[in-house]
């Protein structure tokens, strides 16, 4: 008689051992396959139409080549709108920074009623920014604000400013809405990596004599310091691609001068419906950011602070 021959052990375990590394690919594949769609689908959609002459209910739609990026260099308005970007993002950045820095540190340590101070700090965060953006149009209205009422009412000015519609005045306007609505999101982040310090170091510093200043340089920031440079970097990625708060407010004006470069993609996309040359717009945006975010990571030395 014959005997069925045995399947060796060692093929058995090799079977196994490769469904179990492929196990966590197939539970990830819908939602790769989803991401592929969404995200994937649009940017190659962009990247063809920069370099297309494509304006929404145009026949003519076609390769131009460069034209949309050259067409962008061209633009009187261009010097402007880079200047606005820069400092709308950098002064959003810092503020949000300073002011939720300052409140994870003043919420850091328990005292009572704490936890209604955070709930009120963070209610920022839970408004939508279409909402924000029109608290902020309707408190700096230069006719019947609440911001001219009260500042006349505290004799700092003697009549009505047009907030909305004076250069300089109206990106100033918008910085602060992004600022109010942004200081939670750094809170929240600051206060978690303060709250994963161990308490052991500090007493130990103040063993050794180190006072106040010396345990927030020397133990708080190195502690803290991935964090910061992550939500540093998240918040100028968020803030330089929002527009929202800037067509809300002020819709880029007066004459651009609260316009930045996403305001500017957005308005020439869905008002003037030249989809080729937003998307030249957006290629450069993202490009940019890439840069960007290379660039400050080195410098930063994210990797070693981890």
């Not at 962009?46 to 929404?56: E, T």
């Not at 519609?165 to 929240?188: C, D, E, K, N, R």
Request: hydrophobic share 55%; proline share 4%.
């Amino acid at each position: 008689m014959f005997r069925r021959r045995k399947e060796p052990v060692i093929v058995r375990k090799n079977w196994s051992y490769r469904k179990r590394m492929l196990e966590p690919y197939a539970l990830l594949m819908p939602v790769l396959i989803l991401l592929l769609i969404v995200f994937a689908v649009p940017l190659i959609n962009s990247f063809v139409m920069a370099f297309q002459k494509y304006r929404l209910g145009s026949p003519d739609i076609h390769f131009n080549g460069l034209d949309n990026f050259k067409r962008l260099l061209l633009d009187d308005d261009l010097s402007l709108i880079l200047k606005n970007t820069v400092v709308y993002v950098f002064c959003s950045v810092a503020g949000q920074f300073v002011l939720g820095m300052t409140l994870a540190l003043a919420l850091w340590k328990k005292f009572k009623g704490r936890g209604v101070y955070q709930s009120i700090v963070f209610l920022p965060w839970a408004f939508s920014a279409f909402v924000v953006g029109l608290m902020f149009r309707w408190s700096f209205n230069g006719e019947y604000g609440v911001v001219n009422d009260l500042l006349i009412k505290l004799g700092v000015i003697k009549e009505n400013i047009a907030w909305l519609g004076t250069p300089g005045y109206s990106l100033f306007v918008i910085i602060l809405a992004m600022i109010w609505i942004g200081v939670p999101f750094f809170a929240i982040m600051i206060l978690a990596a303060l709250q994963s310090i161990p308490e052991d170091i500090y007493e130990a510093a103040a063993i050794d004599g180190a006072g106040a200043i010396k345990k927030f340089f020397r133990i708080t920031v190195p502690y803290i310091k991935p964090t910061i440079i992550m939500t540093l970097l998240l918040r100028t990625i968020w803030i330089l691609n929002s527009f929202d708060l800037i067509v809300v407010i002020t819709n880029g004006g007066p004459a651009n001068y609260s316009m930045t470069l996403p305001a500017y993609m957005y308005t020439r996309a869905f008002s003037g419906y030249d989809f080729g040359f937003a998307s030249a717009i957006g290629v450069i945006l993202m490009t940019a950011l890439m840069l960007y975010t290379l660039i400050f990571l080195k410098v930063t030395n994210y990797e070693e602070g981890m």
